[in-house]
């Protein structure tokens, strides 16, 4: 599709549209925790607080050797994934709990 001019700025006609499902906020300190992904999610976005935060998508585990990872004040976001079933996450804080906060979505 083809996009447009709007003040002088292309604007293209496939920008994506998601709809908010849902968040959490997990505290982890040594110990994989499983998120609860809302019905229709497909997206989802990790912020790291206070240490950094390993995942796993669609297994029952994480730990630091995991092959996600978003780094202490960063921010992952990773979809639209069809076969989204189960996310896992793990993260050790030094001087405490790591903190992870996910939202998720849905492509409309």
Known sequence: MPGKYASGTY??????RWK??????LTMDGTPQACTIPDGAHIFEIRAESAAVYFNINHANASATSPG???NGAVETLGPLDTLTALTLWGAGGQGP???HVMYFEEA
């Open 69 to 71: 990872y978003v780094a």
């Open 20 to 25: 908010y499902r849902g968040g959490e906020t």
């Open 98 to 100: 790591a903190v992870a």
């Open 11 to 16: 604007q293209p006609s496939f920008a994506p």
